[in-house]
């Protein structure tokens, strides 16, 4: 199956700033999705995004398919963005793929 | 609409037991996915779901059962309880694609098994 792998795997931050998040993936995908999920467990699907630019809000994606990764844009962070960030693809007998996810903290 | 809602939050069971967890999904959707989420193994795929008949299955023995009601509503099933099945249960929603299409998933069930 599809192999998903993100960096980096820690990110603290302060309120304010900006951050980049990674997710490289081994085959071609048409079902990328970004997700965080909150200190009580709750997955929140950010972007469906198989190739192309999607924003919303504060937050922004972008994936190349060509080159198998693809990105995710937090700017101005808020303590409320705290939490783990998980890219997935794949699909069919495998379900969706998740990486290991980036676990961002922001400070006030 | 409201989003999916997992019955219960929490459970607390011990080794051999069996237990039953709910998934009610998005109004309209036809798919839902089942997921484990643990320390160790990160989220892994359980099965999934599509007009009451279990389309795609993960990695994971038979202890591990599901079923989906007409109206949408899984249910998943894991009997014989180890320590190791401890890990909050995800399930997830989406229009008819399964994982081919945005999932939207619920709170999760955390289990512990003793």
């Known amino acids: 199956g599809i192999q998903v792998e993100q960096s980096p795997p820690d990110l603290i931050l302060q309120e304010g700033a900006n951050s980049t998040l990674r997710c490289n993936f081994s085959?071609?995908?048409?079902?990328l999705q970004w997700f965080h999920q909150n200190p009580w467990g709750q997955l929140i699907n950010l972007f469906y995004i198989p190739s192309g630019t999607k924003q919303n809000g504060r937050l922004s994606a972008t994936t190349v398919a060509t080159e198998r990764y693809s990105l995710l844009y937090i700017s101005s962070s808020q303590t409320t963005d705290s939490g783990v960030y998980f890219c997935?693809?794949?699909?069919?007998?495998?379900?969706?793929?998740f990486g290991k996810g980036t676990h961002l903290i922001i400070q006030p | 609409k409201a989003g999916v809602t997992q019955t219960p939050r929490y459970l607390i069971k011990t080794r051999g037991q069996q237990v039953t967890l709910s998934c009610s999904p998005i109004s309209g959707h036809r798919s839902v996915s089942w997921y484990q989420q643990t320390p160790g193994q990160g989220l892994q795929f359980l099965f999934e779901?599509?007009?009451?008949?279990?389309?795609n299955k993960g990695n994971f023995p038979g202890r591990f059962s599901g079923r989906q009601f007409s109206n949408s509503r899984s249910e998943m099933n894991v009997s014989t309880l180890e320590l190791g099945d401890s890990a909050l249960y995800l399930c997830a929603s989406s229009p008819g694609g399964g994982s081919y299409d945005t999932q939207y998933f619920g709170p999760g069930t955390r289990l512990t098994v003793l």
């Open positions: 085959d071609s995908v048409n079902n």
């Open positions: 997935a693809s794949g699909g069919g007998a495998d379900g969706l793929t």
């Open positions: 779901y599509f007009s009451e008949t279990q389309r």
